[in-house]
């Protein structure tokens, strides 16, 4: 998909709110033969990998910190063609940093400076790291306008302010290449822990990293198809920290901490782990101000994180399995995204020793304050014919991202409200780089809702005919990125700059 060709292809046909058209015409379009090749289970039975399931939950692998300074964690992450075995006896070329899918898991704390030399050593390609979620400036944040060239490094530096713990990830953001680099691998967990950790260390601390596989028969993974275009690329097999339906064993009544990451590049994960009810404690960015207890399902869509306490009161099993969510699928194939099983949790009748309490409050969370500007932007998805046959387009505000264009000019300290309006056909996870944002308000058919925990978010899916109200401020200045995280609409144009000035 070529978005030049898109580009000079003339006016767009907007197609939102007509989803029914769009179908349609997919159906007998030139250039859609490819559609759900090496994606629909239906069409090749038997023949695709079957991953094995059930092995111990393995730790993410850790970033060494090879500093011997205090307060400075330093390390060198690799990006590199690697090769992985996700089924027997088929080997997958895949990405990695230091060789590994998911990426080493950085664990650093607030206060500290970092410095993480980037090696590309990907084939012909250019790269970046982007932190997602970490407050970090603008020239340091892997903004696809600061490629590092394949065979070159470079160095980002940064110092993670106080109170900046929480559950953030790395990725690469080049132009044009962040969804497949992703989807071929590189993706990897980056926790900023607190000084004083609120949470009892007898929760444990699991990270959950979810990423979205798709193996052709020979082991491979296939290219994008049109479907994958259009919607997203979402893979057949959800793996937990690179495992398919991996087993965690713990003791009766035990409450265990799990960091649950959504490091897919489409795949809206609603999860449950059935009868044991979870509390929320975290989101994208950091702590809550209070627990939120009793929850029975939390939505993930791409980008999202969530931190959860799991009380496993029932000797037996518990399984954390995805329930139905529609995120809105353009075409045929959609997958089927209910009631995949993604851990297996052993719960013993041997009681665990005693549990402390949650505290009451976690951390204050303060307003934003009054806003001094208001914005608006419009998700659209258009569809042209071109040189190479169909081409989808997803636009904000009316056009598709341009690299040497300023989209919004902003003040650093500044505090703005962003309203954020779908009425296309798809849900579209809403992304800002370098701050957290507050969710005010939620507007569907006419009806608002407001939030019921106040919280701070990178990340927030706009259902497809909603719109959500944030409030953000941008203490830094540069220019930051917005865009829609499934990242095929972010390669097809779902992205904007805003310039903050100082
Ligand atoms: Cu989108």
Known sequence: MNRRNFLLAGAATLL????????????????????????????????????????????????????????????????????????????????????????????????????????????????????????????????????????????????????????????PHPHGKTAEQVYRGLAGAFLVKPKIDPIPAAYGDTALFFTDLRLAADGKMPESTMADAMNGRVGDHVLVNGQKNPVLTVPAHARRRFRLFNATNARFLRLSFGEAPMTIIGTDGGPLETAVLGIRDVLLAPAERMEVIVAFDKPGTATLRTLAYDRGWMGAGRPNDADLKLLTVKVSKTPAGSFPPLPVTLRPIADLGTPSVSRRFVFGESMTMGASGMEMGFLINGVSFDMNRVDVVSKAGQVELWEIVNPADMDHPFHVHGTQFQVVETERAGKVAKPSYKAWKDTVNVARGETVRIMLRQDRPGPRMYHCHILEHEKLGMMGIVDVKA
């Open 16 to 171: 939102a709110g007509s989803r029914a058209m769009a179908e349609m015409k997919m159906d007998g379009m030139p250039g859609m033969g490819g559609m759900d090749a090496g994606h629909d289970m239906t069409a090749m039975p038997g023949r695709l990998p079957t991953l094995p399931a059930g092995a111990p939950l393995r730790d993410l692998p850790r970033l060494a910190n090879r500093s011997v300074e205090s307060g400075l964690f330093e390390a060198t992450l690799t990006a590199e063609p690697a090769t992985a075995r996700f089924a027997k006896g088929l080997d997958t070329r895949i990405l990695g940093y230091n060789g590994e899918s998911p990426g080493p898991l950085i664990e650093v704390t607030e206060g500290e400076r970092v410095r993480i030399t980037f090696a590309n050593r990907l084939s012909g390609e250019q790269s970046t790291i982007h932190w997602h979620g970490v407050p970090v400036p603008a020239d340091q944040d892997g903004n696809p306008m600061d490629p590092v060239a394949a065979g070159a490094d470079r160095t980002y530096a940064f110092e993670l302010p106080e109170r900046s713990a929480g559950s953030y990830w790395y990725h």
